[in-house]
């Protein structure tokens, strides 16, 4: 396991699609984060979880945006009814506990 | 709401240069991460310190955390084309999240 692996690495939506992201992290970590990154900003936060349990997930977008990590491993972020907006990078990261976070080469999301 | 500032947001010098980047925040952090990103990559970690007056040195870079553990800076020494990249600075929430700063973009010509 050389890191956290993200796919796709892009992906071009209509507007009102539905998109689904993936994120493998790193096979020990039990932390794995989902960032939203916009051209010219930092990462924003967008939630986490503790293996399987989903701890914070208040600063979700809207509710078009859920994640699952249901076996505690693989973790995935849905957007549903794709607007504009919402074209950014999305990135996932992982740890463990209370270390620093490592990030995967993130997914190019574009809503045309 | 924990903000992280960076300054300055942009800077371009040349190559053999130094300079030094900053990261302030009125919140303290658990520990403080440092990290380079490229053009469509993720962030890449540098360095974590952990400890109020903490430095760490990586090769040409040295890093620094507040004695407050609020703030921090990254000085660069003799800089080289392939330092180019946006600099980031994200503060540990005590484990609950990663807060980032809006980074430093630095170009290095040649």
């Known amino acids: 396991d050389t890191g956290v692996s993200q796919d796709p690495r892009h992906k071009i939506t209509k507007r009102g699609q539905n998109v689904t992201f993936r994120c493998d992290p790193i096979?020990?970590?039990?932390?794995l984060y989902w960032y939203r990154q916009t051209l010219g900003q930092g990462p924003e936060f967008l939630t986490y979880?503790?293996?399987?349990?989903?701890?914070?997930k208040s600063r979700l977008l809207s509710d078009r945006f859920s994640a699952e990590r249901p076996k505690g491993s693989f973790s995935t972020l849905e957007i549903q009814r794709t607007e504009q907006g919402d074209s950014a990078m999305y990135l996932c990261a992982s740890s463990l506990m209370d270390t620093e976070a490592f990030f995967g080469q993130g997914t190019r999301l574009t809503v045309v | 709401t924990q903000l992280l500032e960076q300054s300055p947001q942009f800077l371009s010098i040349q190559e053999g240069e130094n300079l030094t980047v900053y990261c302030n925040s009125s919140?303290?952090?658990?520990?403080l991460q440092w990290y380079r990103q490229e053009p469509g990559e993720g962030p890449v970690l540098l360095v974590t310190?952990?400890?109020?007056?903490e430095v760490k040195k990586l090769k040409r870079l040295t890093f620094q955390f507040g004695d407050a553990r609020k703030d921090s800076s990254l000085h660069i020494t003799a800089a080289q084309p392939g330092d180019t990249g946006l600099y980031l600075c994200a503060g540990d929430n005590y484990g609950q999240n990663f807060v980032f700063g809006p980074g430093t973009r630095l170009s290095v010509l040649p």
């Open positions: 096979s020990e970590h039990n932390r």
């Open positions: 979880f503790q293996n399987e349990a989903q701890l914070e």
């Open positions: 919140s303290v952090f658990s520990s």
């Open positions: 310190v952990v400890t109020g007056g």
